[in-house]
C-alpha cells in the first residue's frame, strides 16, 4: 500500500467509526438557566450550543435528541469546595428523574463541575470581553457546560 493510499484507507475508518459514535452533551444546570454544550460526531471537540430556560429544558432536549445522534448526557454534578453537595443537588435529581422517565434508553452520566463558573469567568475575561458581556449569565452557563464537556472528555475517554 503507498504511502496516499494509507491515508485514504485512514480517513475513511475515521469517518465510519464518526458515523457509528454519538455526539455527547453536557449541561450546566441552574434554577433559571441551563448551559448545553456538545461534542461533534468524534467526540473529540465540546462546543458551547446554547442557554435554555431550564423550565423548557425536557422540551429542549427531546427535540435535540430527535434531530441529532446523542450517545449520552453529561449532567454538571455542582459540589461544595469541601464535596459536599451544593444546595441545588435535590433539584438536579428530580429533572435526571424526569429525563431518565422521558427518554429512557438515554445513559445520563454525572460529572463534577466544581469552579465552572470560575473558570468561565476568567475564559472571558481572558478573551478579552468587555465587562457587559463577562456579566452576561447565560453566556457564563454556555462556558461552564463547555468546560465540562471538555474535563469530561480529558477524563473519560
Given at each position: 500500500?503507498?504511502?496516499?493510499?494509507?491515508?485514504?484507507?485512514?480517513?475513511?475508518?475515521?469517518?465510519?467509526?464518526?458515523?457509528?459514535?454519538?455526539?455527547?452533551?453536557?449541561?450546566d444546570?441552574?434554577?433559571?438557566?441551563?448551559?448545553?454544550?456538545?461534542?461533534?460526531?468524534?467526540?473529540?471537540?465540546?462546543?458551547g450550543l446554547?442557554?435554555?430556560?431550564?423550565t423548557?429544558?425536557?422540551?429542549?432536549?427531546?427535540?435535540?435528541?430527535?434531530?441529532?445522534?446523542?450517545?449520552?448526557?453529561?449532567?454538571?454534578e455542582?459540589?461544595q469546595?469541601?464535596?459536599?453537595?451544593?444546595?441545588?443537588?435535590p433539584?438536579?435529581?428530580?429533572?435526571?428523574?424526569?429525563?431518565n422517565?422521558?427518554?429512557?434508553?438515554?445513559?445520563?452520566?454525572?460529572?463534577?463541575?466544581?469552579?465552572?463558573?470560575k473558570?468561565?469567568?476568567?475564559?472571558?475575561r481572558?478573551?478579552?470581553?468587555?465587562?457587559?458581556?463577562?456579566?452576561?449569565?447565560?453566556?457564563?452557563?454556555?462556558?461552564?457546560a463547555?468546560?465540562i464537556?471538555?474535563?469530561?472528555?480529558?477524563?473519560?475517554?
Amino acid at each position: 500500500m503507498e504511502f496516499g493510499e494509507t491515508i485514504w484507507v485512514t480517513i475513511c475508518e475515521s469517518l465510519i467509526f464518526a458515523c457509528i459514535m454519538g455526539k455527547i452533551v453536557a449541561l450546566d444546570y441552574g434554577q433559571k438557566r441551563t448551559g448545553v454544550a456538545m461534542t461533534d460526531a468524534l467526540q473529540i471537540i465540546a462546543s458551547g450550543l446554547t442557554t435554555v430556560a431550564t423550565t423548557d429544558l425536557l422540551v429542549f432536549l427531546d427535540k435535540l435528541l430527535r434531530d441529532e445522534d446523542i450517545e449520552r448526557i453529561v449532567v454538571g454534578e455542582p459540589k461544595q469546595s469541601r464535596g459536599n453537595a451544593s444546595g441545588i443537588e435535590p433539584e438536579i435529581m428530580s429533572f435526571i428523574k424526569k429525563l431518565n422517565e422521558q427518554q429512557p434508553d438515554m445513559p445520563v452520566v454525572r460529572f463534577d463541575e466544581r469552579f465552572t463558573s470560575k473558570m468561565a469567568s476568567r475564559t472571558m475575561r481572558e478573551a478579552g470581553l468587555k465587562k457587559k458581556k463577562r456579566q452576561d449569565k447565560a453566556l457564563v452557563d454556555q462556558i461552564s457546560a463547555t468546560i465540562i464537556l471538555q474535563d469530561y472528555l480529558k477524563t473519560t475517554l
